[in-house]
């Protein structure tokens, strides 16, 4: 569970934040900016998260909370991390245009891995994550947008 939440926690959250603050600003110290500090307290702030949720569950035990609480600090952390790469290499926009195609590949792909094991309609369950997502990279890009107008 923390893993699969860790991960989809990173490109989601990630990539939100990526798309507004480049619109807003398109300043590339501001998104790694913003990049690393998600990566760290998003990272941390999740594991807590899913830390007390298994704690308070009475059938797990000491080493599963644990393993979940790991499990989700490092999925997103390291994933998040890895949208990083893209402003290290490219110009913004090329860069940003690159990390919505690796977040919408890594939703993708985890979406048809858990339909598969869970037994789920698959075109239902990956249609239904992958709407999502680009439901919020449009919402947090037109944020962007109306902060860099109504503050620039």
């Known amino acids: 569970m923390g893993l699969s939440f860790g991960i989809t926690s990173a490109a989601i959250t990630t990539l939100g934040l990526i798309v507004g603050l480049e619109a807003a600003t398109s300043s590339l110290k ?88 869970e037994k789920k309609n698959l075109v239902w369950f990956v249609s239904e994550n992958l709407l999502i997502a680009i439901v919020i990279i449009f919402l947090t890009r037109q944020v962007g947008h109306l902060i860099s107008l109504f503050f620039n």
């Open 30 to 117: 501001v998104v790694l900016s913003g990049i690393l500090t998600i990566a760290i307290a998003d990272a941390f702030s999740d594991a807590l998260g899913i830390h007390i949720s298994q704690e308070s569950q009475d059938s797990n035990t000491i080493k599963e909370v644990w393993a979940a609480t790991v499990a989700t600090f490092f999925a997103k952390f390291l994933f998040a991390l890895t949208f990083a790469v893209p402003f290290l290499l490219l110009p913004i926009s090329q860069a940003v245009f690159v990390d919505i195609v690796w977040g919408v590949f890594i939703i993708v792909a985890l979406s048809f891995y858990l339909a598969e094991k």
